[in-house]
């Protein structure tokens, strides 16, 4: 597969030939900037990102990270990280160059993610790529971890391998933001995931709420879950639509990777939740966590106890105390949680600033009824300056409806 920079394709990828590398924009000045080079690199970071994709819903606690291997401006070998425990995406990548008995000796290495330089699950990637001969490494992001940053260039370097970051840095951050997230601060990056009518409600005022959007949105929300390491719903939403919460196809069948299915997890202070409902009773139980507050009857408690895993959280306001579940749902390596609750639990996660991102999705409706329940309620702002505010905004056509993808700028 030969090099072709004219047929890169898309606004963004047009922007990043337009604009320099954020190494060189800050450098002051360029001295031997070689644009065909850095129109070749874009091209085939564009590809390890799409084989990063890959890993989508399969990673968690490890990054979703692609690489590939080009040699003398043709692809020889390319992989991604498809598991926790498995191997890594250069590995994948030298590995499969070797399958069709090329050396990857003087070859170019274009890895999403600065390769590991530490013993953890696997060996250090830093050393295979140094033993393979490698000439020049590009990559996205460097290791978000203190800890590790930078390690990985430098060992490379110390090995006189040319190393360039920054090729295409937003959308690898992107794509691993929970991951960075939980990296840096040990707690889950958490989306809060709302289907609304245009007035943002999310049920009638007989509480009927099936089906608000049509399928090819709710499809959309299914990818979502299947991506995160945790769903969450409060007991309301429990005892009023006796959820599954699995990532599933409209048949009910499991979404693929259906050996790793998200937590479920449900906020139920009293400990209310029937021992007959599905998250309780079916048979991915083992996957269901009830967070009980730390008086919850003991009966109820014991009772569920039987059939799922219960935490008992300290209390906050008459309520679980979110910081203590976040953090302690860290402390289980869990990178990220959708919150999928009804108006108060939405409310509590926002109010609190502990959300980062929102997913709301409007079907064309109006449903109007003051007392019909709303995506989402709490006290709402006191003032224009407690307005919650949004940034990195993106709206989105999903056939009839419309999505609203954006991060919380607290």
């Known amino acids: 597969m030969a090099t072709n920079p004219s047929a890169i394709k898309g606004r963004e990828q047009t922007d990043d030939l337009r604009r320099l590398p954020k190494s060189l924009e800050t450098a002051g ?38 690489a590939v291997l080009v040699k003398a401006g043709k692809l020889i070998g ?9 191997p890594h995406a250069e590995i994948e990548a030298l590995c499969d160059a070797e399958s069709k008995g090329i050396s990857p000796e003087g070859s170019m290495l274009y890895v999403t993610l600065e390769p590991c330089s530490t013993h953890g699950r696997t060996p250090p990637c830093t050393d295979a790529i140094i033993a393979a001969g490698i000439k020049r490494v590009v990559m996205a992001t460097v290791d978000p971890n203190p800890r590790h940053s930078g ?12 190393v360039i970051t920054g090729c295409l840095a937003h959308s690898a951050e992107r794509l691993n933001e929970s991951w960075n997230h939980w990296i840096l601060h040990r707690t889950p990056w ?36 299947r991506g995160v390491d945790a769903v969450l719903v409060g007991i309301n ?16 069948t499991i979404l693929p990777p259906a050996s790793r299915l998200p937590k479920r997890v449900v906020l139920d202070t009293h400990a209310r939740t029937p021992l007959s409902a599905r998250l309780v009773s079916d048979d991915h139980r083992d996957s269901t966590l009830i ?12 009772s569920l106890s039987r059939q799922v895993t219960v935490w008992s959280a300290p209390l906050q306001n008459g309520r679980i105390d979110l ?39 409007y079907a064309p409706r109006i449903l109007g009824g003051r007392d019909a329940p709303k995506s989402v309620a709490g006290l709402g702002a006191g003032n224009w300056h407690e307005v919650l505010k949004l940034t990195a905004v993106k709206w989105r056509r999903i056939g009839p409806d ?3 993808s954006a991060r919380l700028a607290y």
């Open 29 to 66: 000045h360029i001295e031997n900037f070689d644009a065909r080079q850095h129109a070749c690199d874009v091209h085939w970071m564009r590809l390890a990102l799409g084989l990063a994709r890959k890993g989508w819903g399969r990673t968690s606690p490890n990054p979703m990270v692609g």
């Open 78 to 86: 390319k992989g991604w990280h498809k598991r926790a425990g498995q």
């Open 151 to 162: 390690r990985g260039i430098d060992l490379l370097r110390h090995a006189s391998i040319e």
């Open 190 to 225: 958490v989306i809060v995931k709302a289907a609304m009518t245009l007035d943002g409600k999310i049920a009638t005022v007989n509480g009927e709420s099936k089906w608000i959007t049509g399928p090819l949105a709710r499809a959309y929300s299914m990818r979502i879950r």
């Open 237 to 252: 939403t429990v005892l009023a639509d006796n959820p599954s919460l699995t990532p599933h196809h409209p048949d009910g």
């Open 291 to 302: 967070v009980v507050g730390e008086n919850a009857p003991h009966r109820r408690v014991e």
């Open 323 to 361: 910081h203590w579940l976040l953090n302690r749902l860290g402390e289980e390596e869990i990178t990220s949680v959708l919150v999928e609750g009804g108006g108060e639990v939405n409310a509590s996660f926002l109010a609190n600033k502990l959300a980062h991102r929102v997913v709301f999705l």
């Open 402 to 404: 419309l999505l609203l």
